[in-house]
């Protein structure tokens, strides 16, 4: 049994102890493997944990898509749609809630429509949209009305009391006030209902101006609301006392609440750490400007050496009487040609495994040298009892172990290519806007360690580019073996680009980088995207 509501701590610490079981098993067809990471992220979000959801988050949809479970996995696009909305996510939270919305729809599941409606009437109040606000209350309320439960129709009157209140509606807020009243004593040993219905009245008595009241039941509902364990609903009682306060003229106790909710809000880091980042971010840059530099240099001379077979062939082909001789010359040119251009290649091919060598180098340096340093000096800062000093010396030493698995992936030599491509996605994910969905084998057993690398480096690549240019909201990654041959599939909804433009132009090495890595391991690379439509990207590896 999940104590969700009433004590988040304990249903994460039973939440992670069903999961451990699961894993033991190692069978992906229990519905309720999948039903503890949901549940996991549904306790991470209560307690406004929001660094463990995404883990989770990954697990219990693959987890769902494997079980075909389409039913639970909507349920749970519903539920992780919260998560993005308390952390800021407006964007991806809607993308999720309106699937859900329409997933709901067709089945006519009532209750998740509700839920889902007021969710986003919520989401439009803190973006400031309150006629959307409104308009999400209504189709709410309408769905409940086809459920006729109580519990549901009582949680929207109080999102209309509340949006009337806020709204100065003081007419509407006791139309609807006078509702949940009289539904109220159905629920009178319920605490969460308590603490809504103090709410409703505080905003009742704030709307009518009725300060002095507005602040009583405000009050009741901040010394409940701290037995109740949500910080969510505790932030919410203190901006209640902070309206009140500032409405009624009493600005010191207005700002004291002003402070409680700031310090909920605030999630501030060390700044001394951006120093650290620019400065690796540095050394990265240059090492991806000399790299640039050397690139630009191979193609000009491939180009050359393109011009040059064209000239050879209007040359000669001019000049009849010297037919048979023009010819012989011609082949031998055109051979030699592609043997520079293969030289060429070949040369590009070293660049690149060169640059893998010096990343390695550069990683293992900050790995072993600065690293080793930095995990001693956060030792010793133990010693001094001084959080600030602990705190800066870890995130540092965090820091440079982010940078070190940027330049040279050491999860790719320790656990092998699939799981790389997992934690590589999951690290994404966790720092983006965008939405990942993923279906990855396992082929670690299938690939050498160079193909691995280079695979690994094609997928960075372009999700980078991706992140960087297409302005998606949403990119799919699946890795399959079918039969001989791996299939990697990335797609994204974003703006897409025309391939023969990108690929022609000299500034496109990224593009010009995966081409040669699918060279070098022998694999086939097909990028299919058009303007606003997204891009399509495939590599095929016959074993």
Known sequence: MFYINTNPKKAIAYSDESIQLFEKTNDSSYYDWANAHALRVDNATISNNFSNIIPHAFSAMKL??????????????????????????????????DESILYNKKIKNYPTLVIDYLNAAL??????????????????LANA????????TFLCYH???????????????????????????KFKNSVFHKILFLEVQAYHQYALKNYDA???????????????????????????????????????????QDYFVLKYLNDTKENSLKNQLVYYQTIYETEKRDLTIKNQQVNIALLDAENKVKNQWLFFGGLGLLAVFAFVWVIRSRNFARKKQKLQENFTQDILNTQEEERGRVAKELHD??????????????????????????????????ISQGLHPIVLERLGFTAAVEDLVST????????????????????????????YRIIQETLHNTLKHANANTVFLTITKEKNTILIRIKDDGKGFEYSKKIASSKSLGMKSLLERTKIINAKLNIDSQLNRGTNTSIKVVL
């Open 145 to 152: 009305a086809l459920l006729n439960i109580d519990h549901y």
């Open 369 to 402: 040298g600065v690293g080793q340093q930095l995990m001693l000096l956060t030792r010793r800062s133990k010693n001094y009892n001084d959080p600030m000093l602990e705190n800066l010396a870890k995130d540092t030493l965090d820091t440079v172990r982010t």
């Open 428 to 455: 994404i994910d966790e720092n983006s806007d965008i939405f990942f969905t993923s279906d990855i084998e396992n082929i670690d057993t299938f690939i050498t360690k160079d193909q691995a690398l280079h695979l």
């Open 214 to 256: 507005a602040e009583k039941f405000a009050l009741e509902k901040l010394k409940l609301s701290e037995s109740f364990n949500s910080k969510e609903i505790l932030q919410e009682a203190h901006e209640l006392l902070a309206l009140i306060y500032t409405a009624s003229g009493q600005t010191v106790k207005a700002k004291e």
């Open 159 to 185: 999102g209309y009391v509340v949006f009337a209140s806020q709204q100065d509606k003081a007419a509407l807020a006791s139309t609807y006030f006078e509702k949940i009243k009289e539904i109220f004593p």
């Open 64 to 97: 769902y898509k494997y079980q075909k479970n389409d039913e639970k996995l909507n349920d749970f696009h519903s539920s992780l749609s919260v998560s993005y909305s308390l952390n800021g996510l407006y964007k991806p939270a809607k993308t999720l809630r």
């Open 123 to 140: 989401d439009e109040k803190l973006q400031g949209n309150y006629t959307s606000q409104q308009e999400y209350l209504d189709k709410a």
